[in-house]
Each structure stands twice: as structure tokens, then as C-alpha cells.
């Protein structure tokens, strides 16, 4: 039986030999693009075409038709090589989009003709060149991707979009349709090609020019839900693309060697069953780069499964509407039983489309629960749950840590699977705990004073965690609690004596304390455009510094306004990031003052909330605080150790 899928939504490919089939309504160009696990090309050999037509693992089509056949041996794929895409290509002097022509069909199929998957690509428009489908690595195993992502550029954006740069990708693209137009039937010229492949090789102006390898938008808050995008003039908030994302760090090294391989799953103990999985199987120079990256792609995958299964249920309830408005409308059905015949067989044909659609999220879901159950475990404390055994033999590191770890994400479908939220170190963007009760339906059923509790709370175990797991000399907290409000909460740090300084008290302790930071930021800005780093003042502190705001804007005058924008703006650069806990509404006096402040920073809630989307799907996903467990001791004896790897470094 052939599983007909929906785009985002995956299959197990059992079978290493197959075919993709491939049915247009019109003759098209298609290619085969390998990539790696983030789905970036590098090298030569990545594009299977008419000119070039094998390579490791999969042959392509010859021409220019309506119909093709990929061979494939998943066994003789490259082991660097996670994902094996079919692009499809209109021809210039043919229809000028795919929106134009009969929907494509793309199917994997076995050697004997049974077809396992199929694909039709609805929704397109003007796209020219389309990404249908993709066989890809996990867990060891191969499965099949229903993709769907089209260019309205051409070849040359598809491959740039793939990390190519923008010249490489322009002259593969323009060898791949020259090819084509020898050996098939549609007249395709080198004045016409420039329209396909992008007009790559054209001057560009900044706009319009493609960046080699762009990185994902930044975490934003969901439509929808306060503060969300850029207020209007009104100040009402439109709503915005909302994305999270667990962006590859590309960390720069002079080493060209290439990252240790991952660990390969184990076998599955049955025949047919998904190999058992194991901590640590993406790509990365390192465990921790390889568990961040698992982690990554464990959240892509529960984003497309859980999406591909409400597509599914939307399908079948629109097809059960129109059979129930059919039968309705058809006057031979009024007489007699017929009609609620009709009725019961469009509710049974939902029905069995629904249960066919959780089969499929139940098996995705059994998967990724069980990689959770031995990726959790295994994280570094970085990235680690606060009742994670790690931190009971944690020490301070040698080195800076790759990402942070700010909560748990969960959806609906299944809320006991939890996601860990990961943030690149350094921040590259401040961070903002809402302790207003206007933020969320959870806040408002929250007690003032307990929600802002609550959210001091959290910026305390956020900067413990940073304390903890940077070197001893490598992390500075300061911290501006103006009314002294936050005392309770910030007792463990005061105790420890881990901070900068003592927490800034009064109009003149934020003035102090701005001016001190904002010194900072310009001297080393400075020192760095003059090449000169080293000639710091001595009383410069070189370690990054994380600046908690609390009860803002008490205390604030126009002039500390103006820093603290300049410090959110400038100071991540140079090692000065932003944590405010704050809400928006009680600084609303300021006006439209603070807008830029406010969307330069992401915002967290300290109850359970859904407010933040990832970048494929654009789910609302219930962002959940990651807080030690009731009576625990880690707090206290993470700062202990912090405290005492500060005294033994000290001259």
C-alpha cells in the first residue's frame, strides 16, 4: 500500500535499492542534490544531471520529459552525505511557473515496481524551481521527505539557499541546463538561461544579492499573543513571522580536517523496526557540538511529523464537508435511507483517514521519545535539566560552552515530550522575562506578586547556569534591582559574593552602574577598530558581562533610558548582554521610546506559555522554565564551586 503524503510529513524507506519515479505535466529538468545533515552543499560533486548523471549512490535522467526515474543505492551513498534531494526545473520557452501546469507526482518506489511513498506538489505558484522531496539519514536508517519548497529565481537561488556561493551555484546551474538543451527538445539558450538559475552572474545590488550561507531568523514571539513583531501606530501588534531557531554555530577553525564521524545507531532487535537510537549521532567536531545539533534536529523533526498529521486531519475533515454537501445537494438522497448512508460512509472515510494519520504520528512520536530518553541523559551541563546528575559532579570548565539552555518546548500532540530550547553562546540577543500579567492567559491567573517573584526567579537560575558552566575568569553578573524588590530571589547570589558588584540600589546605583558598562562597550569598541585590543585600560574587565535589570523602569530617568537602549544595540558585540525582567505595560510612559528596545530582545515567560513558533511550520509551541526541582541544593552548590574556582584563579 502506497502511504500518500503530505508535505513535511516522512516515511521509512525499508529497501536500500529504489527508484523515485517522477510525473509532470509538463517536460521538465530533474536533478539529484546531496547534501549534508544541515542541508548545505559543498564540493563538486552535489548535482546529479543531464551532463553529469551518476554519482555515488544515485543516477539521474538523461533529458527533458515528463516523466522520469531515478536509480538510488542508499548503501553506496557517501557516509558524509545526509540527505539526497529531487529538484525539479521548468525549462525557459515552457510555462513560466509551476503553478501553471498539472500538479507534479514524485514516488519511491522498490525494484519490483511497488510504489512505497508518493508525493503530489500542490501549492505552488510561481516557483520555477522546486526541492520535491528529500531521502535523508536518522537514526541510522533512511526515510523520504515530502519537501515542496520552490524558488521563484531558479536553480541558482535553490542551490544558494544550499549554501553554495552565489558564482559557483550560477555556473553549475547554467552547466546543468546546457546540458539539457542538447539532449532534450526544449530550446534552451544562454539568453535565456539567466531567468532560470537566478541571474546570479549578474551584478547585484546589497538587496538583491544572496548571502552564501544566511542565517535563520532569530526567536520572536508568536502572533497572536502581546508584544509580538512591531507595534503599530495604534499600538496594536501585527502579526509576524514567528521562528525559533537552533541555528548551526559554523564555529570557525583553522583546522581543515573534517569533524569526527557519529556514532551509528544501533541495529533495531527486530526486522522492520527503527534501529534503536543513540546520544550524539549528528555531525560535530565535538559531543557537545553533535548533541546541540541532535538536539536541532529532534526539534525539526517533532515540528514536521506533528504538522504533517494536522494537514492530514484538516484533509480529512474538508473532504468529509464536501461529500456531506454533496450528499445533501443530490435530491435522490432525500428519499428514503440514502442520505444517511452517504452521511455515515463520509464520516467513516474521515475516520479512517484520521486513524491512519495518528498511526503515523504514534510512530513518529514513539521514535523521537525514545532518542529523548537517551539524549537527555547525556547532555553536558549546558544544556542539561537541572535534575540531571550531571551537575552533581559539574566543575568549572576550561572553555566557554557552545549553547545555553533557557527552558523546555513542548506541543499539545504530545506535552510530556520535551524539546530542550537552546540559545547560542555568547547571546547574540538579550533576553526578556515578562513578569506582567498581561503577557499570557497563564499570567493572569497568577498572583502579582508571586508571577514577578517568579520571574526574578528564573533570571537568578539563568545566570547561575551561565556562572557555572563558563571558565572562573570568563563571566561577570552585574545587577540593577532599584527598588530592591528582588532581594529574596537574588540572596544566593549575594551570598556567594558572585557578582560584579552588589546589586544597584536607587536612581544613583543605576546611573553607576549603566555608566560603568556603557564605559566598557566604548572603550572596547574602540580598541578593536584600532587593532589594539591589548592596550585595554587596566581596570577594563575582558570577560563577557550579563547586566540583570529588575522592577525597570523604577529608578530610570531619560538619560538611563538612552544606555540601556545603547547597551542592548551595541553591547552583545563586545561581550555585554542584556537580561531584563520587566513589564512592558508599566513602561508604556515612555511611549514609543522603548519599541526598539523591546523587539531587539526575546521574550520569556516564567509560567508556561505558548508564545514562541519554529521556523518551518510555525507552530505555537509552549515554552516551559527549566527551575531546580522543589528543595534542591544544585543552585547553592553550583555558585559554591563557581565561588571557589574564582579563588583559586585569583593572583
Known sequence: MTAELVRGQNHPVSQSRVEIRVSAGTPVLALASLADEQGRFSGDGILAHPGAR??????????LAERHTFAVDLDEVAADVHRLGVLLVLPPGGPVRFGAVPASYVAVADPDGAELAGYTLTGLDAETAVVALELYRRQGAWKVRAVGQGYAE?????????????????ELAAAALRTAARTGESDITLATMPTLVGDLRAPQTPAQAPAPAPEPPDPVPAP??????????????PASPPTISYAHPRRRRTSTEPPEPAPRAAAAQEPG?????VAGDASGWSMDERLYNQVWGMFEDLARTVAAYRSAVEFADSRMDRELDEALSDPRHRLGGSGNAARDTARARREELVAQAQAVLDRDLAQLIAESEVVEPALPAAYARWDNPVWHGHRTPEE???????GDLHLPERPDLRIPMLTRVPLERGLWIDNGRTGSEAAMT??????????????????????????????SVHVIDAAGAGSASLAPLVRAGVLASPPAAGAAGVTQTLARLTRRVDLVQMALRAGAPEDLPPDVD????????HDFPHGFDDRAVTQLRYLADEGAAVGVHLLMVA???????????LDPLWRSLMRLSPVPDNHLADPWVHHAWTFEPNLPPQGSRVLDQALDRVAEARRTTRP
Open 154 to 170: 531558479g536553480l541558482g537561488a535553490l542551490l544558494t539557499d544550499g549554501g553554495l556561493a552565489a558564482p559557483q551555484a550560477a
Open 446 to 475: 497568577m498572583d502579582t506578586d508571586r508571577l514577578r517573584r517568579a520571574a526574578m526567579d528564573m533570571a537568578v537560575t539563568l545566570a547561575v547556569r551561565l556562572l557555572a558552566v563558563h571558565p572562573a575568569d570568563r563571566f
Open 583 to 593: 513589564d512592558r505595560d508599566e513602561a508604556s510612559a515612555y511611549g514609543p521610546l
Open 542 to 549: 575582558t570577560a563577557d558581562q550579563l547586566l540583570i535589570v
Open 273 to 277: 523496526q527503527a534501529p534503536r537510537p
Open 54 to 63: 551518476s554519482l555515488p549512490g544515485v543516477r539521474s535522467p538523461g533529458e
Open 400 to 406: 566557554s560552552p557552545l549553547a545555553l539552555r533557557l
Open 224 to 237: 497572536g499573543h502581546p508584544y509580538a513583531g512591531t507595534p503599530g501606530p495604534g499600538g496594536d501588534t
